[in-house]
T-cell receptor, first 116, second 115 residues
Framework: AQTVTQSQPEMSVQEAETVTLSCTYD???????LFWYKQPPSRQMILVIR??????QNATENRFSVNFQKAAKSFSLKISDSQLGDAAMYFC?????????????FGTGTSLTVIP | DAGVTQSPTHLIKTRGQQVTLRCSPI?????VSWYQQVLGQGPQFIFQ???????GRGNFPDRFSARQFPNYSSELNVNALLLGDSALYLC??????????????FGPGTRLTVT
Protein backbone atom coordinates (compact mmCIF):
# COMPACT_ATOMS: atom_id res chain seq x y z
CA ALA A 1 0.00 0.00 0.00
CA GLN A 2 1.03 3.56 -0.56
CA THR A 3 2.28 5.54 2.42
CA VAL A 4 2.50 9.28 2.98
CA THR A 5 4.95 10.65 5.52
CA GLN A 6 4.96 14.09 7.06
CA SER A 7 8.00 14.28 9.30
CA GLN A 8 7.20 17.65 10.86
CA PRO A 9 4.41 17.31 13.44
CA GLU A 10 4.60 21.04 14.22
CA MET A 11 5.97 24.09 12.46
CA SER A 12 5.86 27.79 13.19
CA VAL A 13 6.42 30.87 11.05
CA GLN A 14 6.46 34.59 11.59
CA GLU A 15 3.69 36.51 9.90
CA ALA A 16 4.75 37.63 6.39
CA GLU A 17 7.60 35.10 6.28
CA THR A 18 7.87 31.92 4.21
CA VAL A 19 7.56 28.38 5.48
CA THR A 20 7.98 25.00 3.80
CA LEU A 21 6.14 21.87 4.88
CA SER A 22 7.63 18.52 3.91
CA CYS A 23 5.96 15.42 2.55
CA THR A 24 7.34 12.19 1.15
CA TYR A 25 5.43 9.25 -0.22
CA ASP A 26 6.07 5.71 -1.25
CA UNK A 27 4.53 4.20 -4.36
CA UNK A 28 5.27 1.90 -7.24
CA UNK A 29 2.68 3.58 -9.45
CA UNK A 30 3.58 5.99 -12.20
CA UNK A 31 0.21 7.71 -12.47
CA UNK A 32 -1.16 9.41 -9.38
CA UNK A 33 -2.17 12.73 -7.86
CA LEU A 34 -0.85 14.64 -4.88
CA PHE A 35 -2.67 17.15 -2.73
CA TRP A 36 -2.21 19.48 0.18
CA TYR A 37 -5.24 20.01 2.39
CA LYS A 38 -5.73 22.52 5.19
CA GLN A 39 -7.82 21.73 8.25
CA PRO A 40 -8.43 24.80 10.44
CA PRO A 41 -9.57 24.37 14.05
CA SER A 42 -13.18 24.43 12.83
CA ARG A 43 -12.15 21.09 11.25
CA GLN A 44 -13.59 21.44 7.73
CA MET A 45 -10.91 20.25 5.32
CA ILE A 46 -10.08 22.58 2.43
CA LEU A 47 -8.03 21.81 -0.69
CA VAL A 48 -4.96 24.04 -0.92
CA ILE A 49 -3.22 22.77 -4.02
CA ARG A 50 -3.10 19.77 -6.36
CA UNK A 51 -0.35 18.23 -8.50
CA UNK A 52 -0.71 15.61 -11.21
CA UNK A 53 2.27 13.25 -11.29
CA UNK A 54 2.56 13.41 -15.09
CA UNK A 55 3.08 17.18 -14.98
CA UNK A 56 6.66 18.32 -14.53
CA GLN A 57 5.70 21.89 -13.76
CA ASN A 58 5.16 22.62 -10.10
CA ALA A 59 1.66 23.76 -9.18
CA THR A 60 1.08 27.22 -7.72
CA GLU A 61 -2.00 28.83 -6.20
CA ASN A 62 -1.40 32.44 -5.18
CA ARG A 63 0.84 32.31 -2.07
CA PHE A 64 1.00 28.51 -2.12
CA SER A 65 3.38 26.53 -4.29
CA VAL A 66 4.79 23.04 -4.32
CA ASN A 67 8.16 21.51 -5.03
CA PHE A 68 7.37 18.18 -6.66
CA GLN A 69 10.33 15.85 -7.03
CA LYS A 70 8.94 12.68 -8.62
CA ALA A 71 12.14 10.65 -8.55
CA ALA A 72 12.70 11.48 -4.91
CA LYS A 73 8.99 10.99 -4.15
CA SER A 74 8.89 14.33 -2.41
CA PHE A 75 6.09 16.89 -2.41
CA SER A 76 6.70 19.94 -0.24
CA LEU A 77 4.40 22.92 0.23
CA LYS A 78 5.74 26.46 0.38
CA ILE A 79 3.61 29.18 1.91
CA SER A 80 4.82 32.68 1.11
CA ASP A 81 3.88 35.88 2.96
CA SER A 82 2.30 33.82 5.76
CA GLN A 83 -0.91 35.17 7.23
CA LEU A 84 -2.61 34.53 10.56
CA GLY A 85 -5.38 32.72 8.70
CA ASP A 86 -2.88 30.15 7.45
CA ALA A 87 -2.67 28.65 10.94
CA ALA A 88 -4.09 25.15 10.65
CA MET A 89 -3.26 21.49 10.35
CA TYR A 90 -1.90 20.70 6.90
CA PHE A 91 -2.26 17.25 5.39
CA CYS A 92 -0.42 15.86 2.41
CA UNK A 93 -2.44 13.32 0.45
CA UNK A 94 -1.87 10.83 -2.35
CA UNK A 95 -4.52 9.49 -4.69
CA UNK A 96 -4.10 6.40 -6.80
CA UNK A 97 -5.15 6.51 -10.43
CA UNK A 98 -8.72 5.33 -11.08
CA UNK A 99 -7.56 2.07 -12.65
CA UNK A 100 -5.51 1.13 -9.59
CA UNK A 101 -8.10 1.56 -6.87
CA UNK A 102 -8.81 5.29 -6.74
CA UNK A 103 -7.86 5.40 -3.07
CA UNK A 104 -6.74 8.37 -1.05
CA UNK A 105 -3.89 8.19 1.47
CA PHE A 106 -3.25 11.01 3.94
CA GLY A 107 -0.21 11.81 6.00
CA THR A 108 -0.39 12.43 9.74
CA GLY A 109 -0.38 16.18 9.33
CA THR A 110 1.72 19.21 10.24
CA SER A 111 0.33 21.75 12.67
CA LEU A 112 1.30 25.22 11.49
CA THR A 113 1.39 28.14 13.92
CA VAL A 114 1.67 31.69 12.58
CA ILE A 115 3.28 34.11 15.00
CA PRO A 116 2.11 37.73 14.78
CA ASP B 1 -24.87 27.13 -2.54
CA ALA B 2 -24.87 24.74 0.38
CA GLY B 3 -21.72 22.79 0.98
CA VAL B 4 -21.45 19.16 2.01
CA THR B 5 -23.66 18.48 5.00
CA GLN B 6 -23.40 15.68 7.50
CA SER B 7 -25.66 14.48 10.27
CA PRO B 8 -25.60 14.12 13.12
CA THR B 9 -22.85 16.44 14.34
CA HIS B 10 -22.09 14.38 17.41
CA LEU B 11 -23.06 10.87 18.43
CA ILE B 12 -22.42 8.72 21.47
CA LYS B 13 -22.89 4.96 21.20
CA THR B 14 -22.14 1.91 23.31
CA ARG B 15 -19.86 -0.95 22.28
CA GLY B 16 -21.71 -3.51 20.19
CA GLN B 17 -24.29 -1.07 18.89
CA GLN B 18 -24.80 -0.04 15.31
CA VAL B 19 -24.61 3.48 13.88
CA THR B 20 -25.68 5.21 10.69
CA LEU B 21 -24.07 8.44 9.53
CA ARG B 22 -25.51 10.56 6.75
CA CYS B 23 -24.04 12.81 4.10
CA SER B 24 -25.55 15.12 1.51
CA PRO B 25 -23.18 16.15 -1.27
CA ILE B 26 -22.97 19.50 -2.96
CA UNK B 27 -25.73 19.88 -5.54
CA UNK B 28 -24.59 18.38 -8.82
CA UNK B 29 -21.88 16.21 -7.27
CA UNK B 30 -22.26 12.52 -8.00
CA UNK B 31 -19.39 11.08 -5.99
CA VAL B 32 -19.19 10.69 -2.23
CA SER B 33 -16.24 9.44 -0.21
CA TRP B 34 -16.04 8.54 3.47
CA TYR B 35 -13.04 8.93 5.77
CA GLN B 36 -12.27 8.09 9.36
CA GLN B 37 -10.07 10.56 11.24
CA VAL B 38 -8.85 9.38 14.61
CA LEU B 39 -7.70 12.16 16.92
CA GLY B 40 -4.19 13.28 16.07
CA GLN B 41 -4.03 11.40 12.78
CA GLY B 42 -4.80 12.02 9.15
CA PRO B 43 -8.02 10.85 7.56
CA GLN B 44 -8.18 7.23 6.46
CA PHE B 45 -10.12 6.38 3.32
CA ILE B 46 -13.09 4.07 3.89
CA PHE B 47 -15.23 4.12 0.74
CA GLN B 48 -15.94 5.99 -2.45
CA UNK B 49 -19.26 5.83 -4.23
CA UNK B 50 -20.05 7.17 -7.68
CA UNK B 51 -23.37 6.90 -9.42
CA UNK B 52 -24.55 4.63 -6.60
CA UNK B 53 -21.77 2.11 -7.14
CA UNK B 54 -18.76 1.45 -4.94
CA UNK B 55 -15.65 2.68 -6.77
CA GLY B 56 -13.04 2.42 -4.04
CA ARG B 57 -12.61 0.71 -0.69
CA GLY B 58 -10.03 1.22 2.01
CA ASN B 59 -8.66 -1.30 4.48
CA PHE B 60 -11.62 -1.46 6.85
CA PRO B 61 -13.45 -4.53 8.19
CA ASP B 62 -16.79 -5.69 6.86
CA ARG B 63 -18.47 -4.05 9.84
CA PHE B 64 -18.25 -0.89 7.77
CA SER B 65 -20.65 -0.55 4.88
CA ALA B 66 -22.10 2.29 2.85
CA ARG B 67 -24.56 3.05 0.15
CA GLN B 68 -25.48 5.92 -2.14
CA PHE B 69 -29.01 6.87 -2.97
CA PRO B 70 -30.53 8.07 -6.28
CA ASN B 71 -30.23 11.69 -5.07
CA TYR B 72 -26.49 11.00 -4.47
CA SER B 73 -26.71 11.32 -0.70
CA SER B 74 -24.95 8.59 1.21
CA GLU B 75 -25.05 6.64 4.42
CA LEU B 76 -22.18 5.01 6.28
CA ASN B 77 -23.11 2.13 8.57
CA VAL B 78 -20.91 0.66 11.24
CA ASN B 79 -22.00 -2.51 13.02
CA ALA B 80 -20.78 -4.05 16.29
CA LEU B 81 -19.08 -0.85 17.38
CA LEU B 82 -15.70 -1.04 19.06
CA LEU B 83 -14.00 1.55 21.24
CA GLY B 84 -11.49 2.04 18.42
CA ASP B 85 -14.25 3.24 16.12
CA SER B 86 -14.36 6.51 18.05
CA ALA B 87 -13.33 9.15 15.53
CA LEU B 88 -14.39 12.02 13.34
CA TYR B 89 -16.09 10.65 10.23
CA LEU B 90 -15.69 12.88 7.22
CA CYS B 91 -17.69 12.87 4.04
CA UNK B 92 -16.40 14.45 0.85
CA UNK B 93 -18.15 15.01 -2.44
CA UNK B 94 -16.89 15.66 -5.94
CA UNK B 95 -18.31 16.06 -9.41
CA UNK B 96 -16.97 12.77 -10.67
CA UNK B 97 -14.83 9.91 -9.58
CA UNK B 98 -12.88 8.82 -12.59
CA UNK B 99 -11.50 12.00 -14.03
CA UNK B 100 -8.38 14.04 -13.38
CA UNK B 101 -10.52 16.96 -12.16
CA UNK B 102 -11.03 15.33 -8.82
CA UNK B 103 -11.45 18.08 -6.29
CA UNK B 104 -13.08 16.91 -3.11
CA UNK B 105 -15.13 19.14 -0.89
CA PHE B 106 -15.32 18.00 2.70
CA GLY B 107 -18.16 18.25 5.15
CA PRO B 108 -17.74 19.26 8.80
CA GLY B 109 -17.78 15.65 9.98
CA THR B 110 -19.64 13.57 12.53
CA ARG B 111 -17.89 13.03 15.84
CA LEU B 112 -18.61 9.46 17.00
CA THR B 113 -17.77 8.45 20.54
CA VAL B 114 -18.05 4.80 21.52
CA THR B 115 -18.18 4.05 25.24
Amino acid sequence: AQTVTQSQPEMSVQEAETVTLSCTYDTSESDYYLFWYKQPPSRQMILVIRQEAYKQQNATENRFSVNFQKAAKSFSLKISDSQLGDAAMYFCAYRSAPNTGNQFYFGTGTSLTVIP
Amino acid sequence: DAGVTQSPTHLIKTRGQQVTLRCSPISGHKSVSWYQQVLGQGPQFIFQYYEKEERGRGNFPDRFSARQFPNYSSELNVNALLLGDSALYLCASSLAALTAAYEQYFGPGTRLTVT
